[in-house]
């Protein structure tokens, strides 16, 4: 197949080359199908993940920790930058590759909008052509909100996370938008560097879906190492000086400000869908603007399929990969799967040591009238857990919220090194009904972090009345 035509045919056509289209194209080119995947930037082949999203913050999360005594903050910090770029420079180039390399696939680098359900135009940097396919996957992701802030969206010190790790100067003193996901981990970051950071987050607490002893032993933590913490801040405006910005904001009835050289507007991701001419391709979206689509991911046309951010809901990569899963199984499967099928599925914020849930919270399984009991240990005190004293990492907690009828577990809270890995065995137990007595008694191995479960999943500290 070739771009020089103004017309180009295929089986199946992806807009965004983010990860469920990818693994759907890549599937489907290996099964022979013609396949085109449109991709607006050369350099987010792969998507938000591997360029500018979850990769490239993990490593800094690792760097950050890793700079000896002798070496100036600026000067670490701008080689982490560098390195980091070239890890996704090395994976830009491996995604394209693997769709490249199929000679069914043609990745073209252009904008795609809607002409009609069947068709889009494609602007290049030097042409505009039409694809047309019998089926296509809509799937560009989201992208930053700026709240509508008098001088935020102005001011030449305010940038997206995409925008700050792309600096390889290391602000002085950061103020962080929005204590989320986002938010918590670059303050974790940047605080790691030696930058003076400040969180101001509009809500009352941050981690605020989290049990209060869980959202204080992590602020706890972020305050530990020196970040600043402004709960309850409505941000009023954003005045640029010489030196760098000043944000004004309210609290507690008072107006404060403060002194920046940077400002990272954390405050959430919207879907991508604005350029993408929908109306004239007659799909639906919902109030808070994110395509509608059903349990099997198709739209208000059964042609049309939105995978990842863009079909609104939980944003992490590996749903937007099962979204793939879901949607092969309708083209080429049993056409049984549905995003309805996902059982506890676990998160991790990487603020350092990282925090990763799954399931119900204790005032969550409250609420949903369970009879409750709770296994909860600090880091520390977990002896079955040496590993947290070898890596000098002991800061931290793990909880469990059980079923106390039937010994179910109904939810974990794991901050602590290597959080993010035993996260997935409390999922899968979860998941197989595996009860929190056989998941305290199982062997694991040692020195390892799992093996804290067989002492905080014995340490009972509280059970509802009968
Ligand atoms: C800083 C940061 C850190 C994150 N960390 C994690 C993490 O640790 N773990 C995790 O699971 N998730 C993380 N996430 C979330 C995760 O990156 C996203 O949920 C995921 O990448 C979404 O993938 P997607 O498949 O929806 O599309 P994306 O990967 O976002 O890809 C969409 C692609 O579509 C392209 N596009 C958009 N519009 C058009 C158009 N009109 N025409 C052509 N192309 C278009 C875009 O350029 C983009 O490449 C993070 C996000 C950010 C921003
Ligand atoms: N480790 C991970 O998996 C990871 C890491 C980063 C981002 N992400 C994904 O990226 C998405 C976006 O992250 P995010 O943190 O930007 O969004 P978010 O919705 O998780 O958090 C936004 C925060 O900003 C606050 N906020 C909104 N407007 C504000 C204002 N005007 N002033 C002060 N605070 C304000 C909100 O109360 C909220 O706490 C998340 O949904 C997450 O799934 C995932």
């Not at 199908?33 to 999203?53: I, L, W």
């Not at 052509?129 to 030449?156: F, H, K, M």
């Not at 940047?190 to 400040?198: H, K, N, P």
């Amino acid at each position: 197949m070739s771009t020089a035509d103004q017309t180009v045919h295929a089986d199946v056509l992806v807009i965004g080359f983010g990860k469920g289209g990818k693994a759907v194209a890549a599937k489907l080119g290996r099964l022979g199908k013609r396949v085109v995947v449109v991709e607006r930037s050369a350099r987010m082949y792969g998507g938000t993940c591997p360029n500018v999203g979850c990769v490239p913050t993990k490593g800094l999360v690792h760097r950050s920790h890793k700079r000896r005594p002798e070496d100036r903050a600026q000067d670490w910090y701008e080689r982490s930058v560098r390195e980091v770029q070239s890890i996704r420079e090395m994976m830009r180039q491996g995604n394209f590759d693997t769709l490249d390399s199929l000679d069914t696939v043609t990745v073209i680098t252009g904008r795609a909008t809607f002409l009609d359900p069947h068709s889009v135009s494609v602007v290049t940097s030097d042409d505009r052509l039409t694809v047309t396919a019998d089926t296509v996957l809509i799937n560009t992701g989201s992208e930053p909100v700026v709240p509508n802030i008098p001088g935020l969206a102005a001011s030449r010190r305010t940038l997206s996370s995409t925008d700050l790790i792309e600096t390889t100067t290391l602000p002085k003193r950061l103020a962080v938008l929005g204590g989320g996901y986002l938010g918590i981990e670059f303050a974790s970051i940047y605080g790691a560097f030696g930058s003076e950071v400040t969180i101001l987050e509009h809500a009352d607490r941050i981690l605020s879906r989290e049990d209060d002893d869980v959202a204080a032993t992590a602020e706890g933590i972020l305050t530990g190492e020196g970040i600043h913490i402004i709960t309850g801040a409505q941000v009023i405006e954003v005045r640029d000086g010489e030196q760098g910005a000043t944000i004004l904001y309210g609290k507690d009835g008072q107006q404060h400000s403060i002194d920046v050289d940077a400002i990272l507007s954390a405050a959430g991701r919207i879907p991508a869908t604005h350029d993408l001419g929908l109306d004239a391709a007659g799909i639906r979206t919902t109030s808070a603007g994110a395509i509608e689509v059903d349990e099997h991911l198709r739209t208000s046309q059964p042609h049309i399929y939105a995978l990842g951010d863009v079909r609104g809901g939980p944003q992490f990569t590996y749903l937007s990969l099962d979204d793939s899963r879901v949607v092969l199984d309708q083209l080429t499967g049993q056409a049984r799967r549905s995003t309805t099928d996902r059982l506890a599925v676990p998160h991790t914020l990487f603020m350092t040591p990282p925090l990763a849930t799954v399931g119900m919270t204790e005032k969550e399984a409250r609420a949903a009238g369970y009879r409750v009991a709770i296994a909860s240990q600090p880091v520390a005190e977990i002896l079955a857990m040496p590993r947290a004293y070898a890596v000098e990492e002991t800061r931290g907690m793990m909880k469990f919220v059980i079923d106390a009828s039937t010994d179910e577990i109904l939810g974990a809270a794991l901050l602590s090194v290597d959080a993010q890995e035993i996260i997935n065995t409390v999922a899968l137990a979860i998941r197989h009904g595996i009860t929190a007595t056989e998941l305290r008694d199982a062997v694991y191995t040692h020195p390892s972090s799992t093996e804290a479960l067989n002492d905080v999943l014995a340490t009972i500290v509280r059970t509802d009345e009968p």
